[in-house]
């Protein structure tokens, strides 16, 4: 079976600092794994997903994500927060059939 | 075609009547999935359609849900004698045909059930 854990429902940091939002995953098989940010009353917008390839996952925004099999790990980088970062970000994994296991999602906050 | 699209994007309703969403995937898409998301929580997979064919359900869908693919395009989420419970943001995705091909997400319906 397939889970995600997300650590720290909430993260505040500075702008222009590093942002660090913490996925664990669980999967008994390769997995597929996804960021997604969704903004206030809007659905999700894909941010980067790794899907066997480069571990190393770039994605939009400058957001970057590096899946580490052996800490079963995918959190998401940036290295300078933005004003605009605001949002809530959800990491997932791909289980069967390609449905989606959600986190329960980071809140990020960024203050001027 | 510019992406997802789901109507209503609101919808208000007493307990005990019927609703229904509707949403309409990129027209290229073979697969289209309902999740659930409630207030501080992230969505939880409903149901998956291959075209028409619903191939998968979650246990979260109780019989007064029924969700439709007429002819593979469009799809319909009903929800029948509504509670209290069911108010949360409905989603729909699309997805072409492989696993970790990405899903694309409406802007969703959000039902508030009184």
């Known amino acids: 079976a397939q889970s995600v854990t997300q650590l720290g429902s909430h993260v505040s940091v500075s702008e222009g600092a590093l942002v660090l939002l913490r996925c664990n995953y669980s999967s008994s098989v390769p997995p597929y794994l996804f960021w997604y940010v969704q903004y206030p009353n809007q659905g999700l917008q894909l941010l980067l997903k790794?899907?066997?390839?480069?571990?190393l996952v770039k994605g939009i925004n400058g957001f970057e994500a590096e899946f580490k099999k052996s800490e079963t790990s995918f959190h998401l980088t940036k290295p300078s927060a933005h004003m605009s970062d605001a949002a809530e970000y959800f990491c997932?994994?791909?289980?069967?059939?390609?449905?989606?296991?959600f986190g329960q999602g980071t809140e990020l906050s960024v203050k001027p | 075609d510019t992406g997802v699209s789901q109507n209503p994007r609101h919808k208000i309703t007493k307990r005990g009547q019927n609703v229904t969403f509707r949403c309409d995937p990129i027209?290229?898409?073979?697969?289209l999935y309902w999740y659930r998301q409630t207030l501080g929580q992230g969505p939880e997979f409903l149901t998956y359609f291959q075209n028409e064919a619903q191939l998968e359900k979650s246990r979260l869908l109780s019989d007064r849900f029924s969700a439709e693919r007429p002819k593979g395009s469009f799809s319909t989420l009903e929800i029948q004698r509504t509670e209290q419970g069911d108010s949360a943001m409905y989603l729909c995705?699309?997805?072409?045909?492989?696993?970790?091909?990405?899903?694309?997400f409406g802007p969703g319906t959000r039902l508030l059930v009184l």
């Open positions: 997932a994994v791909s289980a069967g059939l390609g449905k989606l296991i």
């Open positions: 027209s290229e898409h073979n697969r």
């Open positions: 995705a699309s997805s072409s045909d492989s696993r970790g091909e990405t899903q694309y």
């Open positions: 790794y899907t066997s390839a480069a571990t």
